[in-house]
């Protein structure tokens, strides 16, 4: 079927903020559909996990570190290796099925049979505290076993954004949508998430009217939740590929998308000579890598002084809760500006919105978080405490540089793969994609591990000074990668660079 295709839009007005025609809106909707449901569980469990790792008695922020080294990079190295193995022998559609079944089974144990026997399962937090002063060096690794259930939660959490979200969602709309396509797509798709983390907000919040000083109630119903949800993505992914997929209006194999019958078979070897021979990949790689570094290095210290100033499970779930729903806000409207910035600059111009404004932010609020004391008239000045002061700057560093992330990082990452190979995009798109993000956080979280492990009674705001010289210093290196980077996408699309 010939479909015939509007050459421009009626209203430079829709032009500007919504450039979709009317017969791309199935497909247009139904990716934002699903998208939309992936991030309210990305956000659910990003405040569950947060709250049980970090304000549960015994326990703090200095975990993180050690849970990103030793739990959630291991097994992002296991999904890598198993996807590319698996993905020679199942086709994708089993694959994107077989992984949410896993992330599904795992939530209902949690809710059915390991969250009602917690006082069973966790050391008691004498027990917690024995360990801590027999060795005080590795204080910090005794919540990650004493509290073990916490800390594989924690792991399945960062599992789904680095699968589900990086990977999973971005494979199968980069699988069925051309060049052209996304420049219009994806921008706003990364707006309309706002709309999931709007709901995540929403519902952290209504936990509390709910279920008022009940925090296990309040965790098993947020649980319940993502299980739901993962059931919608399901069921919605499975209606797009019968009414999309399927359907030639909607997609276009020729547009440099792979055709279906033209399945890839590679060893396992041949996959990683081949992407990492690539050093177009390895630029996208230095991408994510600096920016999951320089975010590391903040969002930890900031949860410091985030628990500092919420002690309780409850009001620090609260807080994530409100941080959910001015996050939306902002990312909302930040986006659709996003959109007409992409297609009006380049793609150079683009990427370098995120590491400007991150670096510029992270130096302020190490600049607070170590000096607020002196500053304590002005905050005064404001009904606020010190404390409290360098919590809130905190937010908005977390909330400019992830509303960079969403709004520029994220879309002009995903226009890098598009005029790749298929080879390159789908198993170099896993590679990259996933290693680099838990490379980041595992370079981030293993300097800040070993700081606290060589300085004696070190905490993550003593180390804080050192943390900001190494973000400082990763500025360079991130500019650099998108310098290289910009001149390898203008050869591949035949574009000037600029």
Not at 170 to 181: D, K, L, S, Y
Not at 238 to 265: C, L, R, S
Not at 426 to 438: E, F, I, N, P
Request: net charge positive; charged share 15%.
């Amino acid at each position: 079927m010939t479909l015939s295709r509007p050459a421009s839009f009626k209203s430079k007005v829709r032009q500007r903020l919504f450039p979709v025609h009317s017969h791309e809106f199935p497909k247009f909707f139904s990716l934002n559909f699903i998208h939309v449901f992936v991030v309210v569980n990305f956000w659910l469990l990003h405040n569950l996990k947060d709250t049980l790792v970090v304000a549960t008695a015994g326990s703090g922020s200095e975990v993180i570190n050690y849970l990103k080294v030793f739990g959630v990079f291991p097994a992002s190295i296991a999904f890598v290796i198993a996807f590319s193995w698996l993905s020679n022998r199942y086709t994708q559609r089993a694959l994107f099925y077989g992984i949410l079944a896993i992330f599904l089974a795992f939530f209902l144990i949690f809710i059915v049979f390991i969250h009602p026997h917690l006082d069973v399962l966790h050391w008691s937090q004498e027990q917690l505290q024995n360990y801590k002063d027999l060795y005080p060096r590795f204080r910090w690794f005794f919540p990650i076993i004493g509290y073990w259930s916490y800390s594989f939660l924690y792991v399945m959490a960062e599992m789904w954004s680095a699968i589900v979200l990086t990977f999973l969602f971005w494979q199968f709309a980069n699988q069925i949508t051309p060049v052209e396509q996304a420049r219009r797509f994806y921008m706003l798709i990364a707006s309309f998430s706002s709309i999931g983390m709007l709901i995540a907000g929403g519902l952290t919040k209504s936990v509390q009217i709910l279920f008022p000083n009940n925090i296990d109630d309040q965790i098993n119903f947020l649980m319940s939740t993502t299980v739901f949800f993962i059931v919608a993505i399901m069921v919605l992914y499975h209606w797009m590929q019968k009414n999309v997929v399927e359907d030639h209006q909607h997609y276009h194999p020729d547009n440099g998308t792979p055709a279906k019958k033209n399945k890839i078979k590679m060893s396992l070897t041949q996959s990683l000579k081949y992407i990492f021979k690539s050093d177009y990949l390895a630029y996208i790689a230095i991408l994510g890598i600096s920016y999951n570094i320089s975010v590391n290095f903040v969002e930890v210290t900031w949860k410091n002084q985030v628990r500092q100033m919420y002690p309780d499970k409850q009001d620090y779930l609260s807080f994530m809760g409100d941080y959910n729903l001015i996050f939306a806000v902002i990312i909302f409207f930040t986006g659709f500006l996003g959109s007409s910035f992409v297609r009006k600059f380049s793609w150079r111009q683009s990427a370098m919105v995120t590491p400007l404004v991150s670096v510029a932010t992270a130096i302020l609020f190490f600049v607070i978080a170590l000096y607020g004391e002196s500053c304590g008239p002005l905050f005064g000045f404001f009904g606020v405490t010190a404390i409290a002061g360098s919590c809130w700057i905190g937010l908005l560093q977390n909330l400019a540089a992830k509303t960079c992330k969403y709004s520029f990082f994220n879309t002009t990452r995903e226009m890098s793969y598009i005029p790749l190979d298929a080879e390159l995009r789908v198993k170099g798109k896993a590679a990259v994609d996933v290693l680099s993000g838990r490379i980041g956080k595992l370079g981030g979280s293993g300097i800040q591990g070993i700081l606290l492990v060589l300085i004696p009674g070190s905490t993550q705001i003593s180390i804080a000074p050192y943390l900001a010289l190494c973000a400082f210093a990763i500025f360079f290196l991130w500019s650099w990668a998108i310098k290289r980077m910009s001149h390898k996408l203008d050869a591949l699309t035949d574009k000037p660079a600029v």
